[in-house]
Nanobody
Framework: QVQLVESGGGLVQPGGSLRLSCTAS????????FSWHRQAPGKQRELVAA???????NHVASVRGRFTISRDNAKNTVYLQMNNLRLEDTAVYYC??????????WGQGTQVTVSS
């Protein structure tokens, strides 16, 4: 059974930076896509960025140029480097693993609060 554990959230001032990490336990061999999603109060969960195990990545327009997704396949870990944070980036951030052979897995979420 795959489990995802996230870390790195917190409180930061506008313009600041945070790095989120998400590590998968268990076997995740084969084709897969790691992604980060976020959900702000009163809003639907939305995709932020995604990266396949062969290195293809995508970032939504609202974070492009500020956030960068990366992964270390040897450590089964995905990262989200968030720079120049804005008030509207405040949300619970969730890690997702879509492993093509066995399905979808979610982390427990980590709170990111951007406030002055």
């Amino acid at each position: 059974q795959v489990q995802l554990v996230e870390s790195g959230g917190g409180l930061v001032q506008p313009g600041g930076s945070l790095r989120l990490s998400c590590t998968a336990s268990g076997n995740i061999d084969g084709g897969n896509i790691f992604s980060w999603h976020r959900q702000a109060p009163g809003k639907q969960r939305e995709l932020v960025a995604a990266m396949s195990n062969d290195g293809m990545s995508n970032h939504v327009a609202s974070v492009r140029g500020r956030f960068t997704i990366s992964r270390d396949n040897a450590k089964n870990t995905v990262y989200l480097q968030m720079n120049n944070l804005r008030l509207e980036d405040t949300a619970v951030y969730y890690c997702n693993l879509n492993r093509f052979s066995t399905g979808n897995y979610w982390g427990q979420g980590t709170q990111v609060t951007v406030s002055s």
